[in-house]
């Protein structure tokens, strides 16, 4: 995909906020959501991204745009100056073995990482909210629920990197460091995706009217995207002493891949199933106890709701294809 031409921009007219975050990867599935939550809760954001997805955010008060690579140290510290907080979405995220860029993939989510602590410590920040992945517990066999204690497991490159991340900010002292382990985000955001399992499923069953699902037995969580966004409000607000180097799951709604999948036809209106059983996968049924406990934290929406705002977006046309395409796909 062709990357849009873009200059550095700044509008504050009106906006009245000290509070400034910086959101490394603003412009992806999840920032592109999480700046509107941030602005409407009186921060001032900096959406750092190479935009290469095609998204640009669109013009509003309180908002910084800066076109710039996580690899790019000077860009990195001029774009940090005078924020208190930063959040680290700049990832390659894909659960896929990184075919042939297995150096881009390290250059981006390792040496990024370092690049914006060093960054960071330079600049006075004093706190950075890392979301890292349940896929980080691979297949979990055990015989209650995943919790933090529980051995990690990653079955891919992406969920080695996550880790060697956390383990990076373990060292990242003195600053304010939290790591949310994140399920399998799903629902509709400005920068849509339409590859993660949920999002995937509500689109074959509008446009195909069948779900391919493979490894039906395999069991994951989900996360809303509103309710990921209002736990990265919450983690900016906490008192230092409650989330200072803690790893805290957010996952819920354990289901298996076939169970989701009848989920989504159900709220559609009906779907063809159709499933590859054998694959051992990625599967987990996680805990998100300590996350209730620390935050008092619980979900406010669902897969089905998820479900519906997708559909209706396919449905309505704001959702246009074609689907395949690096706007809609990591």
Known sequence: MKKPRLENRQFSAGHQSEHRVLLTGGAGYIGSALSSWLLQAGWSVTVFDTMGHGHVPASRPGLRIVDGDIRDARTVRAALKGHESVIHLAFLSTDRPYDGSASLAYSVNIDGLRILID?????GV????F???CSVYGHSCADRDTDETSPVN?????AEHKLACEAMLGTASPLVHVVPRLATVCGRAPRQRLDLAINRFTLQAVVERTIRVVGPANTRPCLHIDDACSLYVKLLVAPDS???GRILNAAFENRTLFKTALCVANSVGGADIVCVPDHPGRSYMISSDQLR?????APARCAQDAVR???AAIVSGTLKGP???GLFNN
């Open 154 to 158: 990653p079955l891919t490159a992406y």
């Open 293 to 297: 406990r620390t935050l008092d934290f």
């Open 309 to 311: 705002d997708i559909a």
């Open 126 to 129: 004093r706190r950075i909210i």
């Open 242 to 244: 409650v989330i200072n």
């Open 323 to 325: 689907f395949n395409t």
């Open 119 to 123: 960054a960071a410590l330079s600049a």
């Open 131 to 133: 979301p890292s992945s």
